[in-house]
């Protein structure tokens, strides 16, 4: 093994820039990855690193990004501009002349020194006035120095951010330009899958032709956790452990989380042991969902993200239900760290929102939760019943149920409303009577309802027979419903309703959709077809479909009250009557 590769070995992307810099047949690598991997890190890190004296056909090396850059010229003249000499002096003089080795020994002076604000103006006047005592210098610089480039190692970098005015193949077209014509080694960098679908097509039909090796840079979750937490922390084993079962890729994530937990840590360092690891896992899976473009969460669903949406009720979903590609990228991310909203997490939220973060933000609330152990207690106890669900194919289910119905009847209180909804929702669903369970939480957990009652209606809803009833009820205490046209009003034409709106549909009869109907109000069509009939199609609340059902029941008795209604009600609203 050469001496080179024995000191790459244990970096692979190091070990293959290596070979390619050495090679005479191969000049021009693609590297690909997602962001936040640490792509340009890895490169520039081996570059500063590397003997050029293994490579002494190269005589400088340039690094470019093309984000911000909106013509290939200013591409090309930032190859120039940015090089750094790695060759000796009399190679770099027999290459380019002797004028473009002054050019780049004065460009890394002024680079280390005060005079650097004052030579990049003079760079930009250069083109628009004489400067005779610049001599061969400036000439060069008011002529264009692209073309003294010749030997030089070329990084091209992120590709993906390029303006829309430097087209990709014009892009190609000069890394193959500099390998082909001015005996460079060219190194591009992009995250392929951030191209749009004609600049994927691009690059498939020209990769082959323009890079002789291409490299897939990834890196593993651990070891994304290992470079983006601190050397010397307290928390560093427990949170690779987080950071890995969450699947974060991108190091950018790793850092916001490991800053954020240091700003976090001296009211964590004090707290019991469970506690801190659990606040940490919710500091991972709020910092993942507000920073990491893959998890496409909407933002302003954090939020409420944080305040109600627990993976226990995620884990019995109605088979029926669709849900968006966030929803479910949020649930597994919550089933893997078992999380479910805590008081502190609107601090948490508050800080992601704002980017500020108050000391002791969080103190009272790991106050009190270590003052009240017992619901740390009962947490632990609902998660691993189920873990019995979730963690195993175990065709018997007496276990899981004598676990769920057991951690419930111990902690009824302290076990929150949502996440009992999701036991009850589970027993329902094997058809396990819990009746006498059932009227002993409800009648020791009675305010805890209500408050669940209070809180903004959830996407997910609660979904047990023994709990949703009372939920409903306890929401409607003090609630001025709409009438039934101000609530088709919103649904219909504003297609934006509300809880109340819901609530004043599913309270009506029959009797009332009939006189609505009869009373002939404003947009009638438009709000029976895409209010009433839109609902009664949904399945994602169990309510509507018993909203649809009665307004056909009203629907089908207005088509008795004339032959004209008849034809009105099934060629406008497709509704299919026996007849007679």
Same mark, same amino acid.
């Given at each position: 093994?050469? #001496?080179?590769? =024995?000191?790459?070995? @244990? $970096?692979?992307?190091? &070990?293959?820039? !290596? ?7 191969? $000049?021009?690598?693609?590297? #690909? ?59 770099? *003089? ?43 210098? @400036?000439?060069?610089? !008011? ?38 014509? *001015? ?11 951030? &191209? ?10 020209? /990769? ?38 969450? @699947?974060? !890729? ?23 042991? *469970? ?25 302003? =669903? ?61 103190? &009272? ?9 017992? /619901? ?29 119905? @057991?951690?419930?009847? =111990? ?80 649904? !219909? ?33 438009? /709000?029976? *077809? ?19 059902? /009665? ?30």
């Amino acid at each position: 093994m050469r #001496r080179a590769d =024995r000191e790459c070995v @244990g $970096n692979p992307i190091a &070990l293959m820039l !290596s070979r390619f810099l050495q090679s005479q047949e191969q $000049n021009t690598i693609l590297i #690909r990855g997602p962001w936040g991997v640490g792509k340009t890190y890895a490169v520039t890190a081996f570059v500063d690193s590397f003997n050029f004296d293994q490579s002494p056909s190269l005589v400088a090396r340039s690094y470019v990004s093309l984000f911000g850059k909106q013509t290939i010229s200013a591409v090309q003249r930032e190859i120039f501009s940015a090089a750094q000499q790695v060759g000796p002096d009399d190679g770099i *003089r027999t290459r380019l002349g002797l004028a473009a080795h002054k050019l780049i020994q004065l460009e890394k002076y002024v680079a280390q020194s005060k005079l650097q604000r004052t030579w990049r103006w003079l760079g930009s006047k250069l083109g628009q006035v004489q400067a005779p005592w610049v001599g061969e210098l @400036g000439a060069m610089m !008011s002529q264009g120095n692209y073309g003294l480039v010749d030997g030089f190692l070329v990084t091209i970098d992120d590709l993906e951010r390029r303006s829309a005015s430097v087209s990709l193949r014009d892009t190609l077209g000069l890394a193959d330009e500099l390998a082909s014509h *001015r005996n460079c080694k060219v190194i591009v960098i992009c995250n392929e899958d951030a &191209l749009d679908e004609h600049d994927q097509r691009v690059l498939a039909e020209y /990769k082959e032709k323009v890079f002789d090796l291409e490299i897939l840079f990834a890196r593993s979750p651990k070891d994304i956790a290992s470079i983006g937490l601190p050397n010397k922390c307290s928390h560093r084993d427990v949170s690779e452990s987080i950071l890995e079962k969450l @699947g974060i !890729s991108n190091i950018r994530v790793a850092k916001r989380y490991a800053f954020l937990v240091d700003q976090v840590w001296p009211d964590l360092e004090r707290a019991d042991p *469970r506690i801190s690891q659990e606040v940490l896992g919710h500091i991972a899976i709020l910092t993942w969902a507000r920073y990491d473009s893959t998890a496409k969460i909407p933002q302003e =669903r954090l939020g409420y993200l944080a305040s109600e949406s627990s993976w226990m009720a995620s884990a019995m979903r109605d088979r029926e239900e669709e849900k968006a590609e966030w929803e479910i990228n949020w649930e597994a991310a919550a089933e893997a760290l078992e999380f479910s909203p805590e008081a502190y997490d609107a601090a948490l939220v508050e800080y992601l929102r704002t980017g500020i973060w108050i000391p002791g933000a969080i103190s &009272l609330e790991l106050k009190s939760k270590g003052e009240n152990l017992q /619901k740390l207690e009962a947490a632990e106890s609902m998660r691993a019943a189920w873990r019995l669900y979730s963690d195993s194919f175990n065709p018997d289910h007496a276990d899981f149920v004598a676990a769920l119905i @057991g951690a419930v009847d =111990r902690h009824l209180i302290q076990i929150s409303p949502r996440d009992v909804d999701s036991a009850f929702h589970a027993l329902e669903d094997l058809g396990v009577d819990f009746s006498d369970l059932a009227q002993r939480y409800v009648a020791a957990a009675r305010e805890q309802i209500e408050a669940a009652a209070r809180e903004d209606w959830p996407f997910e809803d609660f979904k047990s027979n023994a709990l949703r009833p009372l939920i409903q009820a306890a929401r409607n205490v003090d609630k001025v419903l709409p009438t039934i046209d101000a609530a088709l009003e919103r649904i !219909s034409i504003d297609r934006s309703w509300s809880e109340e709106d819901i609530l004043a549909l599913d309270a009506c009869t029959e009797d009332d959709l009939f006189e609505w109907m009869k009373s002939a109000p404003e947009n009638l069509p438009t /709000k029976i *077809r895409r209010g009433l009939l839109f609902l009664g199609s949904q399945k994602s609340d169990a309510r509507y479909p018993n909203i649809g059902e /009665k307004a056909k029941k009203a629907l089908e008795r207005m088509a008795g009250t004339s032959e004209l209604n008849r034809i009105r009600i099934e060629n406008m609203f497709n509704i299919k009557l026996e007849r007679e």
